[in-house]
T-cell receptor
C-alpha cells in the first residue's frame, strides 16, 4: 500500500463546478504539499500546510492531522485548471533530508 | 532568474549508452534532488545533495551516479542505460530542509532507452 494515496485518480468536470481532490497518508508528517503539473510542463508548488486551511485565489487546501487526510478544493473551475494535482508529505523533523513522499497524482480535466 | 533549468529536454539512447543530465539553479539553494516520474507511480527520489561536494542515495539510486562539484549544478549520470530507465527525470532544489522549504522543480527531461 502506498504511503500517500490520492482519489480520484481521474476527474472530469464541467467549467464552473466545485472540485475536490483527496489525499490520505499513513505516515507521520511535518507538512503536506500540494503541487500542480501541467501537461508537458514542470511542477509547481501550490500549498504547504501542517494544520487548518489555506486559500489562494480559487484554490483551498485543508488538512486534518488526526485523520491523516487533506483535501484540495477548486471553486468555479476553469479549463485552465486542467492538470495533474499531486499530494506530497514531508517526513517529520530530524530527517537528514528534505524528503518528500509523493502520491501518484489526480488528473483533472475541466471541460468548457 | 531562470530558476531551475535542465539539459537536455529530450533524449533517446540505445541500451548500454551513457549520458549525463545537467541541472542548474540560480537561487543559491543548498539542497538539490533528482527524481524520476513513471506512469502510475509517484515521483521517486534517485539521489540528492545537501550542499556543494555532497551527494546521497535516495529511494531508487541503482544505475545512476551524481556529482555536485559546484553549488549551482547537480549532474545525473547513466553509465550504461537500460530500458527500465526510460522515464521523465525532474531536478529540484530547495533553500533548506525544514518542512516549509518549498522545492522548486525544473521542466523535466524525457528519456527513452531503446
Amino acid at each position: 500500500k502506498n504511503e500517500v494515496e490520492q482519489s480520484p485518480q481521474n476527474l472530469t468536470a464541467q467549467e464552473g463546478e466545485f472540485i475536490t481532490i483527496n489525499c490520505s497518508y499513513s505516515v507521520g508528517i511535518s507538512a503536506l504539499h500540494w503541487l500542480q503539473q501541467h501537461p508537458g510542463g514542470g511542477i509547481v508548488s501550490l500549498f504547504m500546510l501542517s494544520s487548518g486551511k489555506k486559500k489562494h485565489g480559487r484554490l483551498i487546501a485543508t488538512i486534518n492531522i488526526q485523520e491523516k487526510h487533506s483535501s484540495l478544493h477548486i471553486t468555479a473551475s476553469h479549463p485552465r485548471d486542467s492538470a495533474v494535482y499531486i499530494c506530497a508529505v514531508r517526513a517529520p523533523y530530524g530527517g537528514a533530508t528534505n524528503k518528500l513522499i509523493f502520491g501518484t497524482g489526480t488528473l483533472l480535466a475541466v471541460q468548457p | 532568474n531562470a530558476g531551475v533549468t535542465q539539459t537536455p529536454k529530450f533524449r533517446v539512447l540505445k541500451t548500454g549508452q551513457s549520458m549525463t543530465l545537467l541541472c542548474a539553479q540560480d537561487m543559491n539553494h543548498e539542497y538539490m534532488y533528482w527524481y524520476r516520474q513513471d506512469p502510475g507511480m509517484g515521483l521517486r527520489l534517485i539521489h540528492y545533495s545537501v550542499g556543494e561536494g555532497t551527494t546521497a542515495k535516495g529511494e531508487v539510486p541503482d544505475g545512476y551516479n551524481v556529482s555536485r562539484l559546484k553549488k549551482q549544478n547537480f549532474l545525473l549520470g547513466l553509465e550504461s542505460a537500460a530500458p527500465s530507465q526510460t522515464s521523465v527525470y525532474f531536478c529540484a532544489s530547495s533553500y533548506g530542509k525544514g518542512p516549509y522549504n518549498e522545492q522548486f522543480f525544473g521542466p523535466g527531461t524525457r528519456l527513452t532507452v531503446l
